[in-house]
């Protein structure tokens, strides 16, 4: 990867690159422009000095984009300055419920939807100036409700539609929780990113004596819906995977919009002494996590590890401490993409999985209107990770 950064370039940059990482995204936006900043000092290229390059090796490659807000609480984006011309990315976290905005005597809390409206705003300010616009939206706004099961709305593939119908030329998101939503917006590009990568890394470095192989090791979904994240993972790693599924009494009323649960079941290989990677796409407010974790100790699973793309922890992390003392799990691995409580960095348990440098590798080649493809799908890196692991010779990069 580190190779891939400071190789000459052959292309010509779409436009001059401009990162906007709204409020809520701002510590990830800085640490990605920071990489990219780096990296363009120290790359060499003949045509660097030409006017297609103009502005191409700068300190800072962000704009500042303030949306104030009116008595009443509506609001407004002013981008600082010009942006003509520019490949322009938006960066929001629509999921950062630590900001705030004053509504008479009142202090509101941020939502989804108010996230997702400002993103809105700094795309109309932008007024068509922009050579491209790409929005990244590490969660992807209510990829919950992606699909249709009853006479109720369809938000993620309507929001996608707008922001397309706004300019939007490329959404990148990491493990959406149904990608099939992109079917929504087959005229533009959309990605989801795995972020199994990072996970591997985390791991791999802070545990020092895993065996890696299907005697040891094992993958676990929590739910059906996650298979296909399991699968990827376990295949890649060449080592058993299993599944819980929730059974349901289809007899009974729903209630709260399901059928109640009435077990557990477990899909799989024998558990007994192997060690587990539970992966999933969310943690809300941890309580599957958990279930599943005391499900796996009673049959004899020797350790745990928690992933999750997106670490939300509604409800603390009280539940999570209790769980760990009790040996439940061992560790927990969440990314930096969404807003994180300052408490977890705290905890013992605790691996923040970076994705800064991977978001700036991304926009780095797209800017150069080069193929991600290979970026998108990280077997070759996570093969030689695992090699220098078995081999010894593992260092941090």
Known sequence: MRQSNMKDVATLPVGRLAIIPLESCATLGENVNNWIAK???????????????DGYERDSYMVGCSIPRFGSGEAKAVIDESVRGDDIYLMVDVCNYSITYPLGKYENLMSPDDHYQD????????????RRINVIMPYLYESRQSKRTGRESMDCALALHELTNMGVEN????????DRVQNSTPLHGFETIRTAYQFIKGLLNAEKDLKIDSDNLMVISPDEGGMSRAIYLANVLGVDMGMFYKRRDY???????????????????????KDMIIIDDMISSGDTMIEIATMLKAKNARKIFMCSTFGFFTNGLQKFDEAYEKGLFDRLLTTNLIYQIPELFEKPYYINCDMSKYIALLIDTLNHDMSISKLLNPVDRINVYLEKYRNGTLEDE
């Open 251 to 273: 007899s009974v009323t729903k209630k709260n919009g399901r059928h109640p649960v009435v077990a557990d079941e477990f899909l799989g290989a024998d558990v007994a002494g």
């Open 119 to 130: 993103l809105k705003r700094a795309i109309a300010a932008i007024s068509g100036k922009a």
């Open 171 to 178: 959404i990148l998101t990491f493990d959406a929780h149904d």
């Open 39 to 53: 990296w363009r000092k120290e790359r060499e290229s003949e045509h660097k000095a030409t006017i297609a390059f």
